[in-house]
């Protein structure tokens, strides 16, 4: 009988493959598994939920950096005023996203405006006063 779960459950159970595994056991991200008497490594059952916290935290915008931040945060709770924990993460991940949005929203109303004055060719609309899309800036600071 073993005392955990072998790479491939674990990975399966967590939905990664198994080179993603051994890359975040390799940045730190997931404790050392201990061996088996055959050399194979046994993970804790607890290592599939590390690794769908990691991968939920990288759909939320996580860098594996600030994610390798949060865990060690996690794991050493107990010592107060080490570095920002999730709710101050959040907040500035928040505020990044937000900025994205807003550069996103410019960006589409510009095309947006392109393609409503029928915008089809790039130099025509870049040599175009009225073009309402930002090449004649770009063309004319080149």
Do not use: W
């Amino acid at each position: 009988m073993t005392d955990g779960l072998r790479s491939g459950q674990v990975a399966a159970a967590a939905g990664v493959n198994l080179q993603t595994l051994r890359y975040y056991e390799r940045r730190g991200l997931l404790e050392e598994p201990h061996r088996s008497l055959g050399g194979h490594r046994l993970y804790p059952a607890e290592a599939v939920t590390t690794l769908r916290v990691i991968k939920a935290a990288q759909r939320l915008g996580f860098t594996l950096t600030e994610v390798s931040e949060l865990l060690d945060a996690a794991r050493h709770r107990h010592r107060l005023g080490e570095g920002a924990g999730l709710q101050a993460r959040s907040r500035e991940k928040l505020a990044d996203v937000e900025a994205k949005i807003a550069d996103l929203t410019v960006i589409a109303e510009s095309l947006r405006a392109g393609i409503a004055a029928g915008c089809d060719d790039l130099e025509t609309c870049a040599g175009n006063p009225d073009c309402p899309l930002p090449f004649t800036d770009l063309a004319a600071r080149s």
